[in-house]
């Protein structure tokens, strides 16, 4: 089976732009979770997407957004980029939504902001 | 609300010796406890989770965890340190609704040859 998949992996923006990621869950999975890693914050949470709608969202501004489309697939949005948001994006899907279900993660979308 | 701390970002120990790595929780309800492994230039893989069944878990590369209500801790150990442990382990809660988890902020384990 398939893991997931996040494209693209690596990019570089310039400030103000707008960029877009994708991820692909995992096969059956409709739970895809997106999280921005820092070396300095470590795991953030940003949202979360169950069947199309969003369940669950991080303490982020409203310049990043997401949706989920009906095959599960995932995308984020950044507008306006800034310096900050240099960061590892990480996509997570899950088979479950109980509280005992982990998170599939995939290799992330590594942004750079210049 | 749900919340991990790590103790020590860093550790190094030598090839052989024992890993430990801290995690403690904070929980407003039974926690789900989970520790995660990160390669460089990679996503993060499961290593272990407590689900509220044996108190002690086992995971994979033989790492295991105890759940220790009374200290409120989920530590990470391995008998013998191997060089292909070196990478970043992440310590993590997932929430009341479990479609969010808490992730602490990670420590960095180098294996000494």
């Known amino acids: 089976k398939a893991g997931v998949t996040q494209t693209p992996r690596y990019l570089i923006k310039t400030r103000g732009q707008q960029v877009t990621l994708s991820c692909s869950p995992i096969s059956g999975h409709r739970s895809v979770s997106w999280y921005q890693q820092t070396p300095g914050q470590g795991l953030q949470f940003l949202f979360e997407?169950?069947?199309?709608?969003?369940?669950n969202k991080g303490n982020f501004p409203g310049r990043f957004s997401g949706r989920q489309f009906s095959n599960s697939r995932s995308e984020m949005n950044v507008s306006t980029l800034e310096l900050g948001d240099s960061a590892l994006y990480l996509c997570a899907s899950s088979s479950t939504t109980a509280r005992a279900g982990e998170l599939f993660f995939g290799e992330g979308s590594r942004l750079t902001v210049l | 609300a749900q919340s991990v701390t790590q103790l020590g970002s860093h550790v190094s120990v030598s090839e052989g010796a024992l890993v430990l790595l801290r995690c403690n929780y904070s929980s407003s309800v039974p926690p789900y406890l989970f520790w995660y492994v990160q390669y460089p230039n990679q996503g993060l893989q499961l290593l272990l989770k407590?689900?509220?069944?044996?108190?002690l878990v086992k995971g994979i590369n033989g790492f295991e965890a105890e759940f220790k209500k009374s200290e409120t801790s989920f530590h990470l150990t391995k008998p013998s340190a191997h060089m292909s442990d070196a990478a970043e382990y992440f310590c993590?809660?997932?929430?009341?609704?479990?479609?969010?988890?808490?992730f602490g902020t990670g420590t960095s384990l180098t294996v000494i040859p």
């Open positions: 997407y169950f069947s199309e709608t969003q369940r």
């Open positions: 993590a809660v997932s929430s009341n609704t479990g479609n969010q988890f808490y």
């Open positions: 407590y689900t509220s069944a044996a108190t």
